[in-house]
């Protein structure tokens, strides 16, 4: 074994140790082909949660997609993403030549699946904010890729945002059915409606509304 296949099996057994990273299919069923997992994003556990809640099959051809500046930021990050992880690291900000998705499209074209996180940035938890144009894009350009909402429980208040500490909680990553695609639909009602079916993921909270 590689070290960065063993490096990569002690992370999913220190986040399943930690978190749980439990998966949960809801309307779909975990099947190896070319996917585009796109989630909630809460903390830093949030990729590793997805991957170690995949089955084993699914996680070795499933990359995630990283940014560029965070991950690329030191030799350990860099081999954890790419090593490890096997992420696609991108330019977020958008100062590198070329079309920041470009690695992502080729992900995609080896029939190889993707996760991504189209809010852009991690949020609080409470709820999901609006999503970035990337998912749209990747929908358009890759229409034989199953569109898979998830959403990830309890990752917030794990390692709330701006925290160092860890507390220990059984987190669930929720995949639902497929989105499917509504030929000439805007993109703005596009990603609404991609951000509506993760946040019809989340459990119902003591007290919401049915």
Known sequence: M????LARQILIVLVRILV???????????EPRSRIYFANHTSHFDTLAVISALPPELRRRTRPVAARDYWGGS????FIAEKCLRAVLIDRDGRGEGDPLAPVDEALAR???VLIFPEGTRGA???VAAFKS?????AERHPEAELIPVHLDNLARVMPKG????????????FGPPLTAVPGEPKAEFLARARAAVESLAPRRK????
């Open 2 to 5: 590689s070290a960065a296949a």
């Open 20 to 30: 749980g990273a439990r998966g949960e299919w809801v309307g779909t069923a975990p």
């Open 75 to 78: 030799a350990l990050k860099r």
């Open 111 to 113: 029939r190889e699946s």
């Open 125 to 127: 938890g409470e709820e």
């Open 134 to 138: 990337g998912l749209h894009r990747l």
């Open 163 to 174: 925290s160092f500490l860890i507390v220990p909680l059984t987190c669930t990553a929720r």
């Open 207 to 210: 007290g919401a509304p049915a």
